[in-house]
Nanobody
Framework: QVQLVESGGGLVQAGGSLRLSCAAS?????????MGWFRQAPGKEREFVAR????????SYTDSVKGRFTISGDNAKSTVYLQMNSLKPEDTAVYYC?????????????????WGQGTQVTVSS
């Protein structure tokens, strides 16, 4: 089994920054092809935020976070990060880390095999 543990969420004022981390552990033979971040706001469906293809570091973002969020990874530590700058109240959500071992686009939640428990991000106005 593979465990993903997120950290770094919290309460921040609009315009502020947070850095989320997601550490993978467990089955040593697991090698994620892509790791991603999704979020779910109250009363809304879970949505794609960003993803990184581990080999090559190719990234993709949803339009609403482009230029503000940066996803990066440390393959040696099996960790992925989400640097969030210029945060807005509409970024408030539970943020989930996910990992997929298959070769997938990585923008849809059904593509992912493993999920973290989520970390709350609250942006006050």
């Amino acid at each position: 089994q593979v465990q993903l543990v997120e950290s770094g969420g919290g309460l921040v004022q609009a315009g502020g920054s947070l850095r989320l981390s997601c550490a993978a552990s467990g089955r040593t033979s697991f090698s994620a092809y892509v790791m991603g971040w999704f979020r779910q706001a109250p009363g809304k469906e879970r949505e794609f935020v960003a993803r990184i293809i581990r080999r090559g570091g190719i990234t993709s973002y949803t339009d609403s976070v482009k230029g503000r969020f940066t996803i990066s990874g440390d393959n040696a530590k099996s960790t992925v990060y989400l640097q969030m700058n210029s945060l807005k109240p509409e970024d408030t959500a539970v943020y989930y880390c996910a990992a997929a071992s298959s070769v997938v686009l990585g923008r849809f939640d059904q593509e992912y095999d493993y999920w973290g428990q989520g970390t709350q991000v609250t942006v006050s106005s």
